[in-house]
């Protein structure tokens, strides 16, 4: 094990081995960070959660629960559909219990409503009690009380027009991504009608793309987001407008079976223009598509690096570290001071990888650029059980910091609170209207 030094770091030779030694010799220490943690309102990066009157009309029961991810982890072990009753469900539940998605639904069933969802006879009294919650104040109980969620970042991607979220939980993110994915004159009908702007040119294209921002402000919105991802690679190349036209005009005359390269480069660069000249921050999915499937290769954070030196006053929020591409986003991070490693949806996703990026990436980049949590869910349930998962791994990544003599207890604390509650207070403020 790395022997401390002056001025109380370690050795760069700690290898993963030590690390877990050292973080399983000091339960009491990451027990007492735990409970500091505990005592922590987070503000979270990124939601998908429903509002609260939407949540109660949906009757969501277990089954609900369980499409949002854990599905994803059924269909990859080999669950024909997704899975709506016990039967269905049950012979593939011992396969997937144990993944991040599945430690995550059992610790919601366990301590909101009192059971481990093991039989059909269990999954009936959960879906009992869920009936008997889903009313109002489930959101009030479950993120205030139970979560100690101050507020979120919501991603309402299902509302096609901005709307003013519940205050009380939520701050809003909103897309351009419509602009950038146009294929067809229909997609610019479209948007011709959610903004009131004649569309006849990429010209028009940017003035309706200005009007959709001026529209999402009026409705508190707080940063951009970008799920583009999962249509395209994440590689944006800087496009004339002469040539994103010869595009435009393309697609105007015929459908295209992929939205036109230049003139989507273009028009994501015109939204991180106009990012820049309102201050916003820009959140852009990295890593791992959600679902099965999907071409990873283009969601590699890497692929952006043209982006963060030619608007230097865009923060560039990197969603899910890049998984599995970790080391990319805490290299871009250290090089770029308007880069920033979000953990959101990390500790479902991989636990044992968010730990070990946290371990490293602490010692390499600003722990003011670091962003500890982001539910990711749908469900208020899940995203309790996420964040109570998040606060487990970084009080044990925490603790094992301290018994290696890398920082102190006191520090440590101050370090949690800037991962799950400062940094993004920083970058999403929560602004009454």
């Not at 709307?163 to 294929?183: G, K, N, Q, S, Y």
């Not at 002469?242 to 105007?252: I, N, S, T, V, Y």
């Not at 560039?316 to 290299?331: C, K, Q, S, V």
Request: overall charge neutral; hydrophobic content about 40%; glycine content about 8%.
């Amino acid at each position: 094990m790395g022997q401390p030094r002056e001025g109380g770091g370690i050795l760069n030779g700690m290898d993963r081995r030590d690390f877990l030694a050292v973080t399983a010799a000091a339960p009491g220490l990451t027990a007492r960070l735990g409970v500091e943690l505990e005592r922590t309102g987070i503000v979270s990066s990124h939601e998908h959660l429903l509002w609260e009157n939407e949540r109660i009309a949906e009757k969501a029961d277990f089954f609900t629960l369980a499409s949002h991810y854990l599905a994803n982890d059924l269909v990859s072990a080999g669950a024909p559909a997704t899975p709506k009753s016990w039967a269905e469900f049950g012979p593939w539940w011992p396969a997937v219990r144990l993944t991040g998605y599945g430690q995550a639904l059992r610790i919601a069933m366990r301590e909101l409503y009192g059971e481990e969802p093991s039989s059909a006879a269990a999954v009936a009294r959960i879906n009992d009690k869920l009936e008997r919650a889903n009313r109002p104040g489930l959101y009030e109980r479950v993120l205030k009380e139970k979560a100690r969620i101050r507020y979120s970042v919501l991603d309402d991607y299902w509302h096609s027009e901005p709307m003013r979220p519940d205050e009380r939980f939520f701050v809003l993110a909103r897309h351009l991504d419509a602009f950038c994915t146009a294929r067809q004159a229909a997609n610019i009908r479209k948007l011709e009608e959610s903004t009131g702007v004649s569309i006849t040119s990429v010209g028009g294209l940017k003035k309706a793309m200005e009007k959709s921002l001026e529209q999402s402000l009026a409705q508190g919105m707080v940063t951009l987001k970008s799920t583009l991802a999962y249509a395209r690679s994440l590689r944006y190349e800087v496009v004339p407008e002469r040539e994103a036209e010869a595009d435009f005009q393309e697609l105007m005359k015929a459908p295209q079976r992929q939205p036109p390269q230049r003139l989507s480069d273009h028009m994501f660069h015109h939204s991180l223009a106009l990012a820049q000249e309102r201050g916003l921050p820009y959140q852009i999915h990295t890593g791992y598509l959600a679902g099965n499937g999907g071409n990873l290769e283009n969601t590699r954070p890497m692929l952006l690096g043209n982006l963060f030196g030619r608007y230097p006053k865009v923060s560039f929020d990197l969603f899910h570290l890049g998984w599995p591409w970790m080391n990319e986003t805490t290299a871009l991070a250290k090089l770029h001071r308007n880069v920033t490693a979000d953990f959101c949806w990390m500790w479902v996703l991989s636990p044992a990888g968010a730990r070990q990026t946290l371990d490293e990436m602490l010692e390499a980049v600003p722990a003011n650029k670091i962003v500890g949590f982001g539910g990711d869910y749908r469900y208020v349930e899940l995203s309790y059980a996420h964040a109570k998962m998040a606060r487990a791994g970084i009080a044990q990544v925490l603790s094992g910091k301290v018994a290696a003599g890398w920082c102190t207890e006191g520090e440590a604390v101050e370090i949690g609170k800037m991962l799950l509650a400062e940094n993004a207070a920083r970058l999403f403020p929560q602004k009454k209207a």
